[in-house]
Every structure is written in structure tokens, then in C-alpha cells.
């Protein structure tokens, strides 16, 4: 069984090596290149924008320094904040509590999994604060 760190970590090294290989990529089509769930992709998303190695532009995605700071950062303090007041929540929950659709909770998950700050039961549906 992997861990969070591990497929979030495997994730965005498969977003990053279909953007080296071309510089800019639609958001679907590096989607369906990578062959990513759409959990796996906003969570490795995320987890490259801690790394300030990601920048969207519109709806395609490039290498770079990440102009997605702001957005996913304030969001997965949303999230912190939720989990630190209810414990561990099933997706549905920790969307409606923290005011989010599933992208930006997705984006925001793959930050904190960064931070290694969340963990989840193995098929990504329960998290809570490490």
C-alpha cells in the first residue's frame, strides 16, 4: 500500500514530466496524458504549486513559478481550519464545511499533503490532521 506522500509525490512527477516534454498543456489534455484521477490530478496539482514549480494560464498549465499561491494556499487553510475543528471527515463533509468544490478541495489536499500535514485512509475518502 503507498502512502498519501507517495502518490500525491508520483502524481505531480507525472504531471511534470508531460509539461517538460512540452511547455504548455491544456488542463484536460495533460489530465488524460497523465491518466490521473481527477483526485490525483488536483492533488498533485496542488502539491506542485507548494513547490512554486507549477503556473496555470487560463485553463493550460506550464512549468514555473506558481501564480497559484494565494487560491490554493487560502484554501487548504480553509481545510486546516475545518479538520482542526471537526476531526477526521469524508470528502462530501469537508467540502460542504470548508465551502469548496472539488477542485479547489483536490488543489488544496495536495498542498497540505505537501506539507505533510494530512493524511487520509487509503483510498483518499477520510482525512484528518497528522
Known amino acids: 500500500m503507498t502512502s498519501l ?7 505531480a512527477g507525472k504531471i511534470w514530466e508531460k509539461l517538460s ?3 504548455v498543456q ?3 489534455k495533460l489530465r488524460k496524458q497523465t491518466k490521473l484521477s481527477k483526485e490525483e490530478f488536483y492533488g498533485a496539482v496542488g502539491w506542485l504549486a507548494r513547490e512554486d514549480k507549477i503556473k496555470k494560464k487560463g485553463k493550460t ?3 514555473g513559478n506558481t501564480n497559484l499561491t494565494e487560491e490554493v494556499g487560502t484554501n ?3 481545510i486546516w481550519k475545518t479538520l482542526n475543528i471537526w476531526g ?3 470528502l462530501p463533509n469537508l467540502a460542504k ?4 468544490n472539488d477542485k479547489e478541495l483536490f488543489t488544496a489536499l495536495g498542498w497540505l499533503a ?3 500535514k494530512v493524511e487520509s485512509d487509503p483510498s483518499l475518502r477520510k482525512w484528518r490532521l497528522k
Do not use: N, T
Open 21 to 23: 516534454e512540452k511547455d
Open 61 to 63: 498549465f506550464v512549468l
Open 88 to 90: 477526521e471527515l469524508d
Open 5 to 11: 506522500l507517495e502518490r500525491f509525490g508520483a502524481s
Open 26 to 28: 491544456h488542463e484536460v
Open 114 to 116: 505537501r506539507e505533510d
Open 76 to 78: 487548504a487553510g480553509k
Open 97 to 100: 464545511l470548508a465551502d469548496l
